[in-house]
């Protein structure tokens, strides 16, 4: 690679140096001679400077296209990746999801898991730990976030027949008494 001289730049600082140290050697602030090496200091750094700037711009890494498979693999890489944090940690944008899940979930079974009134048939079906983990601020770990899933999973999906809640209920213990 070859190294050009920046004439432009190398004229500059030698001139404001020669004036500098000239002002300075008239108004007798240093004697002409530490003038005249200040200049020849300055007139050093700025042809190193001027010679060692790269003429030619850094080498790029060469772009390589990628071939987008049919299928949902590049949609599950990113998710994956968008998983957890740099810390390890789970991103809200997860959190928020599985919070939407377990509520749907949870109203398919008949309960409102907005009302406070039902948090503790929320807690019966989710579970408590599983119930103050999703109110929480913290970000989950992975750990934590399989418990969630997992509660959320053992739910299932909405009852085929929900019994009226008027009619008793009886087990085959109370039927033979």
Same mark, same amino acid.
């Given at each position: 690679?070859?190294?050009?001289?920046?004439?432009?730049?190398?004229?500059? #600082?030698?001139?404001?140096?020669?004036? +500098? @140290?000239?002002? !300075?050697?008239?108004? $007798?602030? #240093?004697?002409?001679?530490?003038?005249?090496?200040?200049?020849?200091?300055?007139? +050093?750094? @700025?042809?190193?400077?001027?010679?060692?700037?790269? @003429?030619?711009?850094?080498?790029?890494?060469?772009?390589?296209?990628?071939?987008?498979?049919?299928?949902?693999?590049?949609?599950?890489?990113? !998710? %994956?990746?968008?998983?957890?944090?740099?810390?390890?940690?789970?991103?809200?944008? =997860?959190?928020?999801?599985?919070?939407?899940?377990?509520?749907?979930?949870?109203? @398919?079974?008949?309960?409102?898991?907005?009302?406070?009134?039902?948090?503790?048939? =929320?807690?019966? !079906?989710?579970?408590?730990?599983?119930?103050?983990?999703? %109110? %929480?601020?913290?970000?989950?770990?992975?750990?934590?976030? $399989?418990?969630?899933?997992?509660? #959320?999973?053992?739910?299932?999906?909405?009852?085929?027949?929900?019994?009226?809640?008027?009619?008793?209920?009886?087990?085959?213990?109370?039927?033979? +008494?």
């Amino acid at each position: 690679m070859k190294r050009h001289w920046n004439w432009q730049r190398l004229t500059a #600082i030698t001139v404001t140096a020669v004036v +500098a @140290a000239a002002g !300075l050697a008239f108004w $007798q602030i #240093i004697d002409p001679w530490h003038a005249a090496a200040a200049v020849a200091v300055v007139v +050093a750094l @700025a042809a190193l400077w001027s010679r060692t700037e790269d @003429a030619d711009p850094d080498p790029e890494w060469p772009h390589v296209v990628t071939e987008a498979r049919a299928g949902g693999r590049h949609d599950v890489s990113d !998710l %994956s990746w968008s998983t957890f944090t740099r810390d390890g940690r789970v991103t809200e944008r =997860v959190v928020r999801r599985v919070r939407a899940l377990a509520a749907d979930r949870v109203r @398919a079974h008949g309960v409102d898991p907005s009302d406070p009134a039902a948090t503790e048939d =929320v807690e019966r !079906l989710l579970g408590a730990r599983v119930v103050r983990g999703l %109110s %929480s601020r913290h970000a989950p770990t992975a750990r934590t976030l $399989q418990s969630w899933l997992d509660a #959320i999973e053992r739910l299932g999906a909405a009852p085929a027949e929900r019994p009226a809640a008027t009619a008793p209920v009886h087990t085959p213990e109370e039927n033979r +008494a």
